[in-house]
């Protein structure tokens, strides 16, 4: 299922959500321009659980790429996808919370992302990348604010392509049940080492609706 846009106008301008793609957009730039260097930014600024299970000093040491590792990108793909998710939901988030309380949010759902996946692949030195963690936050919190917003959604079948409008709390629960079996048969099958961070997003949504409930944000529209 791929969302193409949500019927639930932004009251505000979306100043964090551009910032955010654009911040991500450049650095993804960047990534290109370094060729035979990449190997080197993703070891330096990348979430590696490895570095996190040698002690306090070395977790403190290494606290810092639980930030940076949102900013960093596999692919044109996966940048494009996270961007465009972020785009889609993310607006409607900041009109609730503010600008800088949406950005807050928006860090801490990443981080604790980042801190679920170390939890579920503690032995991994394979470094992490990707803004999923936080969307997935914004997800979360949007699954509680706007369950009822119409999101118009390409379903591809075979060779056959559908658009429907799917009330937002079904999207994205699907969404989230994709995530939460493909992690636990991560899990069951032993597979700690996969390309694809589950139990990050999985963390990140539930983060998400946890801190939306807390933290003071406008009425609710829905």
Known sequence: MIPLRDANPSRSFPFMIILLIGANVAIF????????????LFNNWALIPDDFTGGVLNSFKRSYTLITSQFLHGGWLHL??????????????????????????????GMAAG???????????VPTVGASGAIAGVMGAYTILYPR??????????????????????????WFLIQFFSGTLALTA????TGIAWWAHIGGFV????????????????
């Open 207 to 222: 983060v998400g609706i946890i801190f939306v409930l807390l933290i003071p944000g406008k009425k609710k529209r829905f």
């Open 190 to 193: 032993g597979d700690t080492f």
């Open 115 to 125: 801190l679920t996946h170390i939890y579920t692949n503690p032995a991994s030195p």
């Open 80 to 109: 494009i996808g996270n961007m465009w998710f972020l785009w889609i939901f993310g607006d409607n988030i900041e009109d609730h919370l503010g600008h800088f309380k949406f950005l807050l949010f928006y860090l801490l759902c």
């Open 149 to 174: 917003a119409k999101v118009l959604t390409l379903i591809p079948f075979f060779i056959f392509i559908h658009f429907v409008e799917i009330p937002a709390f079904i999207f994205l629960g699907i």
């Open 29 to 40: 730039l960047y990534e290109l321009s370094l060729s035979k260097a990449l190997n080197d």
